[in-house]
């Protein structure tokens, strides 16, 4: 079946650690995105990347870091310097960036702070 | 710049009866809009989408929604609400650069049996 991985569903940060979590999708879409969910406000963009090797910054990137070097792949980094990245992070994809297009999404990944 | 206003935070209606979840958007040329819903601790799915034509969509788990071009709003109903459609639903609004989407804050559904 084709679809969004998110992994793991739940992860842990201490003070000062930067985590990594994995978005993967087998259904060869070239755009992929990611999402930060709080309660009352809806999804935010952190970071997109309409190919391989390239990436935009979105509405709240400060404190967070992508790579795109798989077309599959997009995994996004929390760094130390996101100061509450306590959230609901939800990757997607489309089959372009270019233009409107239906965004399919995975399960999501609970980022929680000790 | 695009902004989707859902008025409703939660909404709690018993289960058979019809429902009406709201959503108005502000863009400046012609919208592209969507519902998604989410199931707790999910990922979103798709309900319906307008890109153009029709202006009452039909979607999926029997769901519709108008595009009010002149109220700027794209209400989602569905006549008859069962246990199940207990959820969070989420308007918003896509626009051509970089296929963004603009997501309203969401309206919560509880259904009383």
């Known amino acids: 079946d084709g679809g969004i991985t998110q992994s793991p569903k739940y992860l842990f940060r201490k003070e000062g650690q930067n985590v990594t979590l994995s978005c993967e999708q087998n259904l060869n879409h070239d755009a992929m995105y990611w999402y930060r969910q709080d309660p009352g406000q809806g999804l935010r963009l952190i970071y997109y990347?309409?190919?391989?090797?390239?990436?935009q910054k979105g509405d709240i990137a400060e404190g967070y870091s992508v790579s795109r070097e798989k077309k599959e792949s997009f995994p996004l980094t929390v760094t130390s310097a996101q100061k509450n990245p306590t959230a609901f992070y939800l990757c997607?994809?489309?089959?372009?960036?270019?233009?409107?297009?239906?965004?399919?999404f995975g399960p999501g990944t609970r980022l929680l702070v000790l | 710049a695009q902004s989707v206003t859902q008025p409703d935070i939660h909404i709690t209606v018993s289960e058979g009866a019809s429902l009406e979840l709201r959503c108005n958007y502000s863009y400046g040329a012609t919208p592209y809009l969507f519902w998604y819903v989410q199931s707790p601790g999910q990922g979103l799915q798709l309900l319906l989408k307008y890109f153009s034509g029709d202006t009452l969509v039909q979607g999926i788990k029997g769901f519709e929604a108008e595009f009010k071009r002149s109220q700027s709003s794209f209400n989602l109903r569905k006549p008859s609400v069962h246990w199940s459609d207990a959820a969070e639903y989420f308007c918003?609004?896509?626009?051509?650069?970089?296929?963004?989407?603009?997501f309203g804050g969401g309206t919560r559904l509880m259904v009383k049996p």
């Open positions: 918003a609004v896509g626009h051509n650069a970089g296929n963004m989407l603009t």
């Open positions: 990347s309409q190919i391989v090797n390239d990436f």
């Open positions: 997607a994809s489309t089959l372009t960036g270019v233009s409107v297009e239906t965004q399919y």
